[in-house]
């Protein structure tokens, strides 16, 4: 099993990112996705989720700025994010999930940066 993130990297206040997360080893559409993240001296935050079916749920931090979608054809996960702020810098997870915020597997991490 490998969930491989990529996007990340140096945005401005206000700016934007697109993290993607590729999935491969097992059967995408049969799970859950979710987007987890773990800013500098701090614990593991959850981001965003997004069920087989398609609904979507979000933190408070997100609501309004990050949107997640996926493709089950392309066995990838995505996750929109606007109006970046400072506090939104992080290590960003990408993760399995095989019950309520009951996390698999776990890609690497891409780093996500807001800075002016």
């Known amino acids: 099993v490998q969930l491989v993130e990529s996007g990340g990297g140096l945005a401005q206040p206000g700016g934007s990112l697109r993290l993607s997360c590729r999935a491969s080893g097992f059967t995408f559409s049969n799970y859950a996705m979710s987007w987890v993240r773990q800013a500098p001296g701090k614990g593991l935050e959850w981001v965003s989720g997004i069920h087989t079916d398609g609904n979507v749920y979000y933190a408070d931090s997100a609501k309004g700025r990050f949107t997640i979608s996926r493709d089950n054809a392309k066995n990838t996960v995505w996750l929109q994010m606007n109006s970046l702020k400072p506090e939104d810098t992080a290590l960003y997870y990408c993760?399995?999930?095989?019950?309520?915020?009951?996390?698999?597997?776990w890609g690497q991490g891409t780093q996500v940066t807001v800075s002016s």
């Open positions: 993760a399995q999930l095989t019950g309520v915020f009951l996390f698999g597997y």
